[in-house]
């Protein structure tokens, strides 16, 4: 199986960059599909984006597009997510997320392996 282990999390301005980063465990992790989903407090974990195993394909969700951008690093065991131009309503815990079988666009119920999650605090 895969260990997910998620770092780079903080408090920034509206406005500002900042990039989380995931890395796991095993030499099995270029064969996974990874990605990022968030929760905020009292909402329902949300997907964020999606990258392919091969890191040629990537998928976001509408609130993200043009602003976040995944990427993988195989040699490195390492899934990122830079986040630019960041919103108050982007503040949640993000979770790096891996399944082996599956497509970019799976409900976050059928990731089979999951981070503890890291906090990404946006002030205005």
């Known amino acids: 199986q895969v260990q997910l282990v998620e770092s780079g999390g903080g408090l920034v301005q509206a406005g500002d960059s900042l990039s989380v980063s995931c890395a796991a465990s095993g030499r099995t992790f270029i064969a996974y599909t990874m990605g990022w989903f968030r929760q905020a407090p009292g909402k329902e974990r949300e997907f964020v984006a999606a990258i392919n195993w091969g890191g040629t394909d990537t998928y976001y969700a509408d609130s993200v597009k043009g602003r976040f951008s995944i990427s993988r690093d195989n040699a490195k065991n390492t899934v990122y997510l830079q986040m630019n131009s960041l919103k108050p309503g982007d503040t949640a815990v993000y979770y790096c997320?891996?399944?082996?079988?599956?497509?970019?666009?799976?409900?976050?119920?059928?990731?089979?392996?999951w981070g503890q999650g890291t906090q990404v605090t946006v002030s205005s």
């Open positions: 997320a891996a399944e082996q079988y599956g497509s970019l666009r799976m409900n976050s119920g059928n990731w089979r392996y």
